[in-house]
C-alpha cells in the first residue's frame, strides 16, 4: 500500500540520497546489456537466415590441366545441379569477384591473374532438409570427386557458440544489476530505518499499522527508483548514438542492417519502472521484515 | 479509592496487570510482581524516586514493552503474547505524554497535534475543527504553523499533550506532563486531563511534582524499590 502522507522526514534523509545514483548506473547498464543481448539475437537471426538453404561448393584447380579453372568440370557440375529437385539455382561465381574479394590480401597485380584459383559455386536449394543437402552434396561429389561442398553449419555454429556466450553474460548482468538494485534498495531502507527510529516509535505509539510505515518507505523508494531509471535512460540513449556511429564507419557488408523490433524500445522504456516496482516490493518487505522484531 | 486488587477481580477494568515482572536483557527485574487493576473512568497519580521504574510501567501500558512476567490487559484484551498486528488497534485508544515530549521536528506543531487523527484517517474536516480548537484550549493557536524546534519546552510540553488527546482516548498515560511549565500552566493542563476524566477517560499521570499531587484529590500508587503501593487521595485537595 502506497500512502499519500508522509510523516516520516524522507526527503531530508542523508541515508538513501545515494539510490538514485545508483539506479541510474544500474538501469544504464541494464538497457546497454538488454540491447547487447537484442543486438546478438538479432545477428544470429540474420546469419542464419543468410546462409540457410544456401551450399558453396568448390571445384578445385586441376594443377595439372590446361585449363585452370576446369571449365568442363565446372560446368557439368551446374548441369548436374540445375536438374536436381532440390536446387532452386546454381551459379558459378566469375572469377572477377573472386578476385576482388582476395584483393585486400594480395593486391591487384597479376599474381592474383595467375592464382590457381578454385571455381566457386554458389547453390540456392528449394529446401533446407538435411536429406536434400546430403542428396545434392553425394551428386556432386560423384561429378567432381574433389569437389569441397560447405554449408555453413560448421562455421555458423560456431558464430553461434560466441552469440550465445555473449548473450549469456549480457543475462548475466541483468540478473546482477537486478540483485544490486535489491541490495541497495535493502541497505538504504535499513539505514534509514535506524535513522528514523524515534519517529517510527512515535508512530507506532498513536497507532499506526507496520504497512502504512512500510508504505511511505516503499513510496520513497519508488520516487527513487523512477528518477534514477528515468537518468539511466537518459544516460543510455547517447551511448546508443555513439554507437551506432562507431557502426556506421565500418565498410558496409560486415555489419548487417539491424533494427530492433518496437518491443525492444517498450522493454527499455518499461526499465524505470521495473527498477520501481523491484525497489517498492524489497523497501516494503525491509521494513516489515525489521518492525516484526519490535515489540 | 485507590486500588490493588487480587487476581480474582480482574474484571472490565481499563489497564490490569497481573503478577508483571520486566527485566531489559539479562539485568535485574525492575519491578516484580507487580498486579493492579485501574478501573475504568478513574484518575491515578503515579509516583516514586527516580529510577523506581515509573517510566518503565507506562511503556508496559502503552505497548512499547511486553512484561517478562505475568499478564498484562488492556482494555480487557489480554495483550501479553498478542500478535503485532492487534496492537495498532489497541494503541488508538491511547493517548500517551511523553517526557522528552517526543514531537516530530519535520513537523509543524498542528501536523503534530494532527498525527493520531490522520493515522486513524479521520476526514481531514474533522482533523482541521479540532486540531484547531485544542491548541486554542492549550494557548497555542498562535503557533499551529511553528516547528516544534523554535518552541519553548512548555510550549511543546502541551503540543505533546494536546496530541496525546486529540482523538479523545480511553486511557491517558503522561510521563511529567508538566515538569516544563509554571503552576499556572500547570494548574491549565492538569484541568484539561480533569476534564477528559469527567468525560469518562482513565488518566494515570506519572510526577515528581508533591506540590501537584497533594492538590488534586487523586489516588495515588508509590512505585519504589520495585514494589507498587497504593495510597489514598492527599486530603484537602480540590476533585
Known amino acids: ?295 | 479509592m485507590a486500588q490493588l486488587r487480587k487476581k480474582s477481580d480482574f474484571v472490565g477494568d481499563t489497564v490490569q496487570l497481573e503478577d508483571v515482572g520486566l527485566r531489559y536483557a539479562d539485568g535485574p527485574e525492575i519491578f516484580s510482581n507487580v498486579s493492579l487493576a485501574i478501573p475504568q473512568s478513574s484518575f491515578y497519580f503515579l509516583t516514586g524516586p527516580s529510577g523506581a521504574g515509573k517510566t518503565s510501567l507506562l511503556s508496559l501500558m502503552y505497548l512499547a514493552k511486553r512484561p517478562t512476567r505475568g499478564r498484562l490487559k488492556l482494555f480487557g484484551d489480554d495483550v501479553t503474547d498478542a500478535k503485532r498486528s492487534r496492537l495498532p488497534a489497541i494503541r488508538r485508544r491511547l493517548g500517551v505524554v511523553f517526557q522528552d515530549f517526543r514531537l516530530l521536528e519535520h513537523m509543524t506543531a498542528f501536523d503534530n497535534v494532527a498525527l493520531p487523527l490522520r493515522i486513524a484517517k479521520v476526514s481531514e474536516a474533522t482533523v482541521e475543527k479540532n486540531v484547531t480548537e485544542l491548541l486554542k484550549w492549550v494557548g497555542l493557536e498562535e503557533f499551529m504553523q511553528a516547528r516544534p524546534s523554535v518552541l519553548s519546552g512548555g510550549q511543546q510540553q502541551r503540543i505533546a499533550i494536546a496530541r496525546a488527546v486529540v482523538h479523545r482516548p480511553k486511557l491517558i498515560l503522561a510521563d511529567e506532563p508538566t515538569g516544563n511549565v509554571d503552576d499556572t500552566i500547570a494548574f491549565r493542563l492538569m484541568q484539561l486531563f480533569v476534564e477528559l476524566h469527567k468525560l469518562g477517560t482513565s488518566v494515570i499521570i506519572a510526577t515528581h511534582n508533591e506540590h501537584l499531587v497533594s492538590r488534586f484529590a487523586f489516588p495515588r500508587l508509590h512505585l519504589k524499590a520495585g514494589t507498587l503501593t497504593a495510597m489514598p487521595p492527599a486530603t484537602g485537595a480540590e476533585s
Not at chain 1, 543481448?37 to 571445384?59: C, D, E, M, P, R
Not at chain 1, 553474460?169 to 528514523?196: C, D, N
Not at chain 1, 505509539?205 to 539511466?232: C, E, N, T
Open chain 1, 1 to 295: 500500500m502506497i500512502a499519500l502522507r508522509s510523516e516520516l522526514p524522507l526527503k531530508g534523509d542523508t541515508s538513501s540520497r545515494f539510490v538514485v545514483w545508483l539506479v541510474m548506473v544500474l538501469v544504464f547498464m541494464a538497457s546497454i546489456a538488454l540491447t547487447t543481448n537484442a543486438y546478438i539475437g538479432a545477428l544470429l537471426f540474420h546469419w542464419n537466415q543468410s546462409v540457410t538453404g544456401t551450399l558453396t561448393i568448390q571445384i578445385p584447380v586441376m594443377l595439372d590441366a590446361k585449363d585452370p579453372a576446369s571449365t568442363a568440370t565446372t560446368e557439368r557440375v551446374l548441369d548436374v545441379l540445375n536438374r536436381h529437385p532440390a536446387v532452386e539455382r546454381a551459379t558459378a561465381v566469375p572469377r572477377e569477384k573472386v578476385t576482388e574479394l582476395l584483393k585486400p590480401w594480395f593486391g591487384a597485380g597479376e599474381a592474383v591473374a595467375d592464382l590457381p584459383l578454385p571455381v566457386l559455386v554458389d547453390v540456392r536449394l528449394s529446401t533446407s532438409e538435411p536429406s536434400a543437402i546430403n542428396a545434392v552434396s553425394n551428386s556432386v561429389q560423384s561429378t567432381a570427386p574433389g569437389a569441397v561442398i560447405d554449408d555453413h553449419r560448421a562455421w555458423l555454429n560456431r558464430v553461434i557458440g560466441l552469440a550465445e556466450g555473449l548473450g549469456a553474460i549480457a543475462i548475466t548482468a541483468m540478473a546482477l544489476v537486478t540483485i544490486a538494485l535489491g541490495l541497495t534498495i535493502v541497505f538504504a531502507t535499513r539505514a534509514s530505518l535506524a535513522e528514523f527510529a524515534q519517529v517510527i516509535d512515535v508512530l507506532h505509539v498513536v497507532g499506526a499499522k507496520d504497512g502504512y510505515i512500510a508504505g511511505q518507505f516503499a513510496r520513497r523508494a519508488l520516487v527513487q527508483s523512477l528518477i534514477g531509471g528515468g537518468a539511466g535512460l537518459l544516460l543510455y540513449a547517447p551511448t546508443l548514438g555513439f554507437i551506432a556511429w562507431l557502426a556506421s564507419r565500418i565498410e558496409p557488408g560486415i555489419l548487417p542492417d539491424i533494427s530492433f523490433p518496437a518491443s525492444h524500445w517498450v522493454v527499455l522504456a518499461a526499465l524505470p519502472f521495473l527498477a520501481g516496482l523491484i525497489a517498492t516490493i524489497t523497501a516494503n518487505v525491509t521494513v516489515r521484515r525489521a518492525l516484526s522484531a519490535k515489540v
